[in-house]
């Protein structure tokens, strides 16, 4: 019997050569360096990104631990590492045997007239044993492959959940700068509606004097309500953005959390490290999107081992090993020992093509895994370039919009002075505070955008 358990335990150990191919990265086409670097300099690694030590505005910091803590969209993405990892948990069951301590009891009566004595029979059998229950021998490494998809699908699901968390980091400090943004807009446009009340009056005084016509009363009217209905219209903008970074937090984001007595809200706001040209292409391998592509790939290439196995023998062990008796008392006894064991093999003969066709299947979907990882990082590729131009075009367009408000403050000045003094008509002062309004506008949507961009960043460079 030792020797029979022994020879049974070295059987459910064997283990062959595991078919499919080996899981090898592809080739990318890309450049070694991403941005305008030195040819002759070798291309700037990066360290790994916190978001602590990246995002150095202290109003952001609550908003984003807030969001990683309330988030739903998060925990459903929490949720699916879990479910992965205990799909995992049962492939990688499969690679080692089950065994069962089973007891049972049995008891059966034979009347006289059925008993082949004429006399009534009562049988009774216990039974102890420890179960092998179908344990396959994974020859030719079908179990295996399957194991090491699961555990790449694990991989893949841990790796999304990182991409979901840093572009959802992204995503708040974006709406927060775009919340901001609205506000200040709205500030502005506040004032000059102010503005073009006073405006209005002074219009009205020189019509009642007959120094100025019905018509620039009605522009100057005119100009008012333009610029009330432009507030109404940034009111519901900024509400709805706050409504939208509240949805991201998981939690009710007040007026008072975007919203101060500064009226250059954006101006004020500091402006994290700026991303050095020239950085080594590696870094995109790094990436949790870039990760998850790749992991799905080796999943989809173990899977090809498995269904390649598919064609060639199956042999599945089941058995047991105890004792059994009579009567309870002599269960345990000399010469009470029992076994069974049931080697079983099975071979594809026909089966219509089904194997077949699971072989094509999987070895699609590599290719479509293939083309997905190779998309994924060219996708990785353009959203890192486009950040390093979009800073330095962001920091010349802020630059030349500032220098356009000092002109355009001027010459509103200077056309109101005119005004006033009865030098020209209204509808110069008129066009000058227009163009004043439109162009402070764009600047703090200028200012904006460069703040945006860093945003942009630390989900491009897989912050975490």
């Given at each position: ?441 764009t600047l703090i949507e200028a200012r904006r955008a460069r703040l945006t961009v860093a945003a942009q960043a630390y989900k491009a460079?897989?912050?975490?």
């Amino acid at each position: 019997m030792k020797k029979k358990m022994i020879s049974l335990a070295a059987l459910t150990l064997l283990g062959g050569c595991a078919m499919g191919p080996d899981y090898q990265r592809p080739a990318l086409d890309m450049p070694k360096q991403i941005g305008q670097g030195d040819a002759a300099v070798q291309p700037a690694a990066l360290p790994a990104i916190k978001w602590e030590n990246y995002f150095t505005d202290p109003a952001l910091t609550p908003l984003i631990r807030d969001a990683l803590a309330n988030n739903r969209d998060l925990r459903v993405a929490v949720a699916r590492v879990e479910e992965a990892r205990a799909l995992y948990g049962i492939q990688r069951a499969d690679q080692l045997p089950t065994l069962n301590a089973n007891g049972a009891a049995a008891a059966s009566r034979v009347p006289a007239s059925l008993s082949s004595t004429g006399q009534e029979m009562i049988n009774h059998r216990y039974d102890a044993n420890l179960g092998l229950l179908s344990y396959e021998l994974d020859f030719w490494g079908r179990v295996r492959r399957l194991s090491e998809a699961a555990q790449a699908n694990y991989f893949a699901s841990e790796a999304a959940q990182k991409s979901f968390r840093s572009g959802l980091i992204a995503d708040v400090v974006s709406g927060y700068y775009a919340a901001q943004a609205l506000s200040e807009q709205l500030a502005f446009s506040r004032k000059t509606e102010v503005a073009r009340g006073e405006t209005l009056r002074l219009v009205q005084r020189r019509l009642d004097v007959g120094v100025a016509g019905r018509l620039e009363l009605l522009e100057a009217q005119t100009a008012l309500e333009t610029a009330q209905a432009v507030s109404a219209q940034l009111a519901k903008q900024k509400d709805n953005a706050r409504h939208a970074l509240s949805v991201l937090i998981g939690r009710v984001v007040a007026d008072d959390e975007i919203i101060s007595g500064d009226a250059t809200l954006l101006e004020k706001r500091p402006l994290p490290l700026a991303v050095p040209s020239g950085l080594s292409s590696d870094i995109l391998l790094s990436r949790p999107d870039v990760e998850q592509a790749e992991q799905q790939l080796v999943a989809a290439n173990a899977n090809i081992g498995a269904a390649r196995a598919a064609f060639f023998p199956k042999v599945t062990l089941v058995g047991s090993a105890g004792t059994a008796s009579a009567e309870l008392s002599d269960l345990f006894g000399s010469g009470s020992g029992a076994w069974s064991f049931l080697p079983t093999v099975s071979m594809p003969i026909f089966d219509g093509g089904r194997t077949r066709s699971g072989l094509e299947l999987a070895e699609a979907r590599k290719v479509g895994a293939v083309a997905s990882y190779e998309k994924t990082i060219q996708v990785a590729f353009k959203e890192v370039a486009d950040v390093l131009s979009d800073q330095q075009w962001l920091a010349a367009q802020l630059e030349a919009q500032q220098r356009l408000i000092r002109s355009q403050t001027a010459r509103m000045d200077m056309a109101e002075r005119r005004y006033k003094d009865g030098l020209t008509n209204y509808l110069e002062f008129l066009i000058a505070q227009r163009d004043y309004f439109a162009s402070q506008q764009t600047l703090i949507e200028a200012r904006r955008a460069r703040l945006t961009v860093a945003a942009q960043a630390y989900k491009a460079l897989g912050g975490e």
